[in-house]
């Protein structure tokens, strides 16, 4: 059977290379008795390829059944897939027959595989290796002849390695994978997919035709269509039983497209973007190469003060440095702590009481205080800091966290971390 047939069999709408080679992987496992893994989007068609490789395959007189495991409460999926003897469990009152012995001679079709329990899974498993399997509440092996089909929308792959799925089932239905494309892959057949639900709806409720114009067309085929052939069915039924003007615009079309889901999930350049905050990084590292320019500049000016004797010749180099600590440090005010500078280095700044020894324009440095281990927390140094740029710019938190270097939303968070 060629593609065309199948798709006037089984009523399949579209043209596109996706679609059609999904049709032809289905026809050409269908006469095997391989496992089949179906993997697409909700709404997207896996049944209907279940159907497919059933009907033209040569089980196609033996019985079909579809089974969503995700439906299944997990305490009686067991009974529901192999079957139980009486007194199994509280309220088995007789003997029940499972879909694998039911079905014995046709195919079984596992919908939502990914959301079936891992001990379930187990027993699964054996009857793909071997045909065999084992009632609840019962110790007798019985054997059983189906083709499985499984289905899901998410990667089982994914679950696999959050050990939520067997890697050994997964491998053994992994057979052949068959995977649907989504409808926004296949634009070329939305709106014939959407003129056919239309007519059938009108047809079944006997009201006129409806139509589309330019614009509305291309509303129609840009959407994303997340619920996929469902959502654009479930679309085109509600136009043709609500809408009274049956020539359809883009304004009143989109009335009918959830906003939330009206975003293109192709990948997309983003202009003028927020600066993401990462984590605490950014601060701790601006605190880090802040400390760390300011210990140069002050080795450096320590030394000249030292190979001098007193202030050096290139002394207006370092003044931008000193008057930075000037605007961060808070001197100590007792007088084990002193540390006096005889000379104004910018008018604009607070500078300490002038010695009055002036000879040969010497400046004299006195230091009484006993040395005091620093703290190195960074903590500490991170809360000092985020002090300090809050009362420099009198509560502002925009401009304290420009000059700290970091996002505002961070410097809320740092706030409420450490209680300031």
Same mark, same amino acid.
């Given at each position: 059977m060629d593609i065309q047939e199948i798709k006037q069999r089984f009523g399949i709408i579209g043209n596109s290379p996706l679609l059609n080679r999904a049709i032809n992987i289905a026809n050409q496992v269908a006469p095997t008795d391989i496992s089949v893994l179906i993997t697409g989007e909700s709404g997207s068609g896996k049944e209907v390829f279940s159907h497919i490789i059933h009907q033209i395959s040569p089980r196609k007189h033996g019985p079909f059944i579809a089974v969503n495991c995700?439906?299944?409460? #997990? =305490?009686?999926?067991?009974?529901?897939?192999?079957?139980?003897?009486? =007194?199994?469990?509280t309220g088995a009152v007789g003997e029940r027959k499972g879909y694998f012995e039911t079905v014995n001679g046709g195919?079984?079709?596992?919908?939502?595989? $990914?959301?079936?329990?891992?001990?379930? *899974? $187990?027993?699964?498993?054996? &009857?793909l290796e071997s045909g065999q399997f084992i009632k609840v509440g019962s110790s007798k092996v019985e054997k059983t002849n189906v083709r499985v089909i499984a289905a899901t929308n998410v990667d089982v792959y994914d679950a696999?390695?959050?050990? +939520?799925?067997? #890697?050994?089932?997964y491998y053994r239905l992994n057979t052949v994978p068959l995977r649907i494309? @989504?409808?926004?892959?296949?634009?070329?057949?939305?709106?014939?997919?959407?003129?056919?639900?239309?007519?059938?709806?009108?047809d079944k409720y006997r009201t006129p @035709?409806? *139509?589309?114009?330019? #614009?509305?067309?291309?509303?129609?085929?840009?959407? !994303?269509? @997340? =619920?996929? &052939?469902?959502?654009?069915?479930?679309?085109?039924?509600?136009?043709?039983?609500?809408?009274? /003007?049956?020539?359809?615009?883009?304004?009143?079309l989109l009335t009918y497209i959830p906003h939330e889901t009206s975003r293109s999930n192709l990948p997309m350049r983003l202009d003028n973007q927020p600066k993401e905050d990462f984590s605490e990084r950014d601060i701790l590292y601006k605190v880090l190469f802040d400390m760390k320019r300011d210990m140069v500049e002050l080795?450096?000016?320590?030394?000249?003060?030292?190979? %001098?004797?007193? &202030?050096?010749?290139?002394?207006? /180099?370092? !003044? *931008?440095?000193?008057?930075?600590?000037?605007?961060?440090?808070?001197?100590?005010? !007792?007088?084990?702590?002193?540390?006096?500078?005889?000379?104004?280095?910018?008018?604009?700044?607070?500078?300490? &009481?002038?010695? %009055?020894?002036?000879?040969?324009?010497?400046?004299?440095?006195?230091?009484? $205080?006993?040395?005091?281990?620093?703290?190195?927390?960074?903590?500490?140094?991170? !809360?000092?800091?985020?002090?300090?740029?809050?009362?420099?710019?009198?509560?502002?938190? +925009?401009?304290? $966290?420009?000059?700290? =270097?970091?996002?505002?939303?961070?410097?809320?968070?740092?706030? +409420? #971390?450490?209680n300031l």
């Open positions: 995700g439906a299944i409460p #997990e =305490g009686t999926i067991d009974s529901e897939l192999f079957g139980h003897e009486k =007194g199994a469990y195919t079984i079709f596992l919908d939502e595989i $990914a959301e079936m329990p891992l001990g379930t *899974q $187990a027993r699964l498993l054996r &009857v696999v390695k959050a050990g +939520k799925f067997r #890697e050994d089932l494309p @989504p409808l926004r892959d296949r634009k070329e057949d939305v709106y014939l997919l959407f003129r056919k639900f239309t007519s059938d709806f009108t @035709p409806i *139509q589309l114009d330019d #614009e509305a067309q291309q509303v129609l085929i840009n959407y !994303s269509w @997340p =619920g996929n &052939v469902r959502q654009l069915k479930n679309m085109a039924e509600q136009l043709a039983v609500l809408e009274r /003007d049956r020539i359809i615009t883009a304004q009143t080795k450096k000016l320590v030394a000249n003060i030292i190979e %001098h004797g007193g &202030v050096p010749a290139n002394y207006d /180099d370092h !003044s *931008q440095a000193i008057n930075q600590l000037y605007r961060d440090i808070e001197l100590p005010q !007792s007088t084990e702590a002193q540390f006096t500078l005889h000379h104004p280095v910018n008018a604009s700044i607070n500078t300490p &009481v002038p010695s %009055h020894n002036h000879k040969n324009n010497d400046y004299h440095i006195t230091h009484d $205080a006993e040395e005091v281990e620093e703290s190195l927390s960074l903590i500490e140094k991170e !809360s000092d800091l985020i002090r300090k740029a809050l009362k420099k710019h009198k509560g502002k938190r +925009k401009l304290a $966290a420009n000059e700290l =270097g970091i996002s505002e939303r961070t410097l809320y968070r740092k706030i +409420k #971390e450490l």
